[in-house]
């Protein structure tokens, strides 16, 4: 049997839909408790577990992890060697760990490649994110070692989509956009107030792809590696809101607030290996993925 946890997530529904034919354990926080390894270690058994999406985790935007940096990285933490130990102690059992850019130094070479995790210090405004989920992998590579455990790490790149959270702390930077923009329009505000300067370089996925491949990557024999899944193209924060602008029809003003956080200067990942070892691509444009995504938005608006 296949376990995806956070399946009621962002990503995790989209991988949820990718599996479907294969009848996968999606189960509640009351049904297993994550940061809780007998919890984890009495399900898997009982549920005869065969392969495990690492999916779940305590998300979020920049806000999150300002006001919250404990909660993210223990809890992260907490559950990710939760599940990673229980499978390596009950054997025969493949697990994708879905990681995340924010592992990657600050001032890694662009694109990053995976073998530049280790070379430095992340990105301040999500650095204990990042190195916990960067333990993660090393965990796992340890059980490998000591048990046998077949896993791979997948590190996503910034991903955008329907399903996404649009409330103000744990939204990520596309929804946050689109949210603004439409309640600008609504308003008919002349202007919006975006954070940092809009020289910030993203590499923006969209989820329902990158759930696609993290299928492909379960199916593999890719083992004991950390793979990127990236776009391939480097999106600056000021062309992606002209481009939400665009999509969502509002034509006021940019106003940039350089004194809110605004994250890494440029993110940009290398997948090559990706393309090498699974023939990751055949992508969702930034611009149909924008207009997908705001349908959504649209679709989740309380009506009045």
């Known amino acids: 049997m296949l376990l995806i946890t956070g399946a009621s997530g962002f990503l995790g529904r989209h ?38 999406i690492h999916a779940a985790g305590f ?6 992890h300002k006001n919250h940096p404990g909660k993210v990285a223990i809890e992260n933490l907490r559950m990710g060697a939760n599940v990673i130990e229980a499978a390596a102690y009950q054997g025969d059992i493949r697990v994708v760990n879905i990681s995340t850019v924010c592992i990657y130094p600050a001032d890694a070479q662009i694109p990053i490649c995976e073998t530049s995790a280790h070379l430095g210090y992340p990105a301040n405004d999500t650095a204990y994110y990042g190195i916990t989920k960067k333990t993660l992998h090393v965990l796992a590579c ?5 048990f046998g455990l077949s896993h791979v790490t997948v590190v996503p790149t910034n991903l955008y989509g329907p399903g996404d959270h649009y409330d103000e702390e744990k939204s990520h ?29 993203r590499d923006l996925l969209y989820a329902p792809d990158c759930a ?53 200067p440029k993110r940009l990942l290398d997948t090559s290996l ?28 309380p009506k009045k």
Request: glycine share 8%.
């Open 15 to 52: 991988i949820v839909t990718q599996c479907i034919d294969l009848e996968p354990l999606t189960p509640s926080h009351k049904e297993l408790d994550l940061l809780s390894l007998s919890s984890v270690r009495n399900y898997l058994k009982k549920n005869n577990v065969s392969k495990i």
């Open 59 to 64: 998300v979020g935007g920049i806000g999150l």
């Open 142 to 146: 340890a059980m490998a070692d000591e």
């Open 173 to 201: 930077v596309v929804p946050a956009l689109i949210k603004r923009a439409y309640e600008a329009k609504l308003s008919l505000e002349p202007s919006m107030v975006v954070w940092g300067d809009g020289s910030q370089i």
């Open 212 to 264: 696609k491949w993290i299928r492909r990557a379960l199916e593999s024999e890719i083992n004991n590696r950390m793979i990127n899944f990236g776009s391939g193209i480097g999106t600056s924060i000021k062309n992606l809101i002209e481009n939400i602008k665009l999509v969502v029809g509002y034509e006021g003003d940019i106003l940039w607030d350089i004194s809110k956080p605004a994250g890494a």
């Open 274 to 301: 990706a393309k090498n070892l699974l023939g990751f691509g055949s992508l969702t444009k930034l611009e149909q993925g924008l207009e997908e995504s705001y349908r959504d938005f649209l679709k989740r608006i």
